[in-house]
């Protein structure tokens, strides 16, 4: 991809993004609800006292001043305050994500992990009992509700066995000092293993719960893209030259399969930062997910808007980073 | 004489469909011996690729050999273990297929999909040794500048030079064998004759044996001195090319010349074969051509097996005596 051509796909997301913000904004205005009243529910205010937070907060401005208050604000990377934690937005934020990143990052790799060798065998193996046992387990694992999924693996696993923790991040006295934020990797750096294995120990049922329905999606996106890779003449050609099975099935058929799998997946991930929220909240996981779902109950607008638009460029972030893997697998794109 | 490179004897391969099996190649018999060009014709469908696939131990399942023996320098490929067929592939029987474009892998370079063979077979010791080796094959088909173009990509060749980079890969190892199947049909008469005469200098200096896959005949007249035309899974008739061209035995054979223009007349009219090749999952034991054939009897209803027709070659007609001239 030219630099000119990079360029292009940047300014295409700037409506988007722009769309988005806005979409956002009037929803969480529109909504039912006062920040004020919330934020001040507990101590005795007066009405007067509510009117002078209310202006300080900047809320007693007209809808579009207000919209384009924070459109200017948002250009240079100012989100404003928190109203629930009196702390500006993007620290808030900051010190969330890497939890979001992390369990994502789990779950994707995981899906993928399981997704391709099922993949590659039910195509392999077509028309067999083993293929359709696959599409069968995959199509019952797409239409798992994650909620549910979430809630029966902490009963099954945690609960009812303590195989696993039932939800949290780690154990409290297996706390290190935040580095990157990246509990895996700081306890890693802080050369704690016992750490890094209550780390992980926490990470497996939530990246289950997020990655068993995503690998049943990627598993059939796998599936297809090789039976019809396997069929193509390249792949005969490479078995006429006398390679083995493993080498054909593997380097010659996957890489092309790929193509559209990186593509999903790409797409899958942003979905799953949405899909977080649930199962954040099902796990006490302490990430986005679960702040932007507590502060949509506490009408805290200007979080939940950075972080709205926060998905979005990731979104959109995400496409891109697709576009280039793509690009990577496909030789034809690098024109 | 030394008994032939390739021998097939009495090859069924069936596919299973829905509406019963289709037995796709039907009892072949075929003889190729090392530095012979052998020439096999015959419409889509009739059987000629599904014959080779098989020799090859490439068919695509649910596709299978039911019967028949394949000699391969004295050993039977049928009873081979995996491996070992494997380790022939490529090696000492080797693919070239019609369209490169679709024979290529697009996602990996020329350079990789050539070097591939010459490392899996241990002809390179190393890739250094394979890139070089590489390069030197495809300048052996025609390829200007081939060191500088191994890192392209299928897609950065043009079709004639696709197809050059095709078959310098299927020889890369130096086969006895090679299986062409239309090699030529997408490149231009000058390409084609270009690649039809590497393939005559193998088979000259280093005895390549040469098994002609085409619907050209006038490439089979050119290339091949012996010829083999299939109909409908079976072989109809076979021998030496001059004759089987001058003085078709077989209906079929006569047909097919028939629907081909010709470049001393003309002016002569075309005259394509009428009707269609039978359904191969409905057939019954008689003659396959008869519900196309002008020469077509009551006798053609029953079976018709190969039988010499003169010249050193066989037909399946009850009625290639009355076609001697």
Not at chain 1, 109 to 128: E, M, N, S, W, Y
Not at chain 1, 251 to 277: D, Y
Request: glycine fraction near 8%.
């Amino acid at each position: 991809m030219t630099a000119s051509r990079l360029l292009e796909r940047l300014f295409q997301t700037l409506p988007v993004l722009l769309g988005v913000s806005l979409i956002v904004f009037l929803m969480i205005t529109l909504t039912p609800g006062d920040p004020v009243e919330i934020m001040l529910a507990d101590s005795r205010a007066t009405p007067e006292q509510a009117a002078v937070l209310r202006h300080d907060l900047g809320l007693d401005r007209p809808l579009p001043e207000r919209f384009l208050i924070f459109l200017g604000r948002a250009l240079t990377g100012d989100f404003g305050i928190s109203f629930f934690h009196r702390r500006p937005v993007w620290d808030v934020l900051v010190e969330r994500l890497p939890a979001t990143i992390e369990l994502t990052l789990a779950a994707i790799l995981l899906a993928l992990a399981v997704a391709i060798p099922l993949g590659v065998a039910a195509a392999v193996k077509r028309d067999t009992w083993m293929d359709r046992a696959l599409s069968a387990i995959s199509l019952f694992g797409v239409s798992l509700p994650g909620f549910w999924f979430g809630i029966l693996l902490i009963l099954l696993f945690a609960v009812q066995w303590g195989i696993f923790p039932v939800g949290g991040r780690t154990s409290f006295d297996l706390e290190v000092a935040r580095i990157t934020g990246f509990l895996l990797i700081d306890t890693l750096l802080a050369g704690r293993l016992d750490a890094f294995g209550a780390a992980l120990r926490h990470l497996a049922l939530p990246a289950i719960t997020l990655g068993l329905p995503t690998a049943a999606l990627l598993a059939r996106v796998v599936r297809s893209a090789m039976a019809e890779v396997l069929t193509s003449d390249y792949v005969l050609f490479a078995e006429a030259k006398g390679l083995s099975r493993g080498r054909v099935l593997l380097r010659h058929a996957l890489k092309n399969a790929l193509i559209p799998v990186v593509t999903v997946a790409a797409i899958e991930t942003g979905s799953l930062l949405g899909g977080n929220m649930i199962v954040e909240t099902v796990f006490g996981w302490p990430g986005l997910g679960r702040l932007v779902v507590e502060s949509i109950f506490a009408r805290n607008y200007p979080l939940v808007q950075a972080a709205v638009l926060f998905y979005a460029v990731t979104y959109v972030v995400l496409n891109f980073v697709a576009d280039l893997l793509y690009t990577g697998l496909n030789p034809k794109v690098r024109l | 004489m030394n008994p032939p490179l390739l021998s097939v004897r009495g090859l069924r391969t069936v596919f299973p469909t829905r509406r019963g099996p289709v037995v796709a190649a039907d009892d072949v018999d075929l003889e190729i011996a090392e530095g012979e060009a052998l020439g096999i014709v015959g419409e889509s469908g009739s059987g000629k690729s599904v014959t080779f696939l098989s020799v090859l131990g490439l068919l695509r399942p649910p596709g299978r050999i039911e019967a028949g023996e394949i000699l391969f320098a004295g050993r039977d490929l049928r009873r081979l273990p995996h491996a070992e067929l494997r380790a022939l592939r490529g090696r000492q029987m080797a693919l070239a297929m019609q369209d490169a474009l679709s024979a290529l892998n697009p996602a990996f370079t020329i350079g990789t999909q050539v070097t591939e063979t010459l490392l899996t077979h241990r002809i390179a010791p190393d890739m250094r040794a394979a890139r070089a080796q590489a390069a030197a094959l495809l300048t052996r088909v025609g390829i200007p500048a081939a060191a500088e173009r191994l890192d392209d990509y299928p897609h950065q060749f043009s079709g004639g030079m696709r197809q050059r980079a095709m078959i310098a890969i299927s020889l890369a190892a130096r086969p006895r064998l090679l299986v062409a199947d239309e090699p030529t049909t997408a490149l231009d008469v000058t390409l084609r004759a270009q690649v039809l005469d590497l393939l005559d200098t193998l088979r000259r200096e280093d005895g390549l044996a040469l098994a002609l896959i085409t619907h050209d005949l006038a490439v089979v007249a050119e290339r091949c001195p012996r010829v083999m035309v299939m109909y409908a899974g079976q072989v109809v008739e076979s021998g030496p090319t001059e004759a089987v061209i001058a003085r078709p035995r077989h209906p079929y054979t006569r047909g097919l010349l028939e629907s081909l223009p010709r470049l001393e007349d003309p002016d002569r009219p075309l005259h394509p074969i009428p009707g269609q090749v039978p359904d191969l999952a409905r057939l019954d034991p008689g003659c396959r051509f008869r519900n196309r054939c002008g020469m077509a009897i009551a006798e053609c209803a029953a079976p018709v097996t190969l039988q010499p027709a003169g010249e050193g070659r066989l037909s399946r007609c009850i009625r290639a005596p009355e076609m001697a001239p």
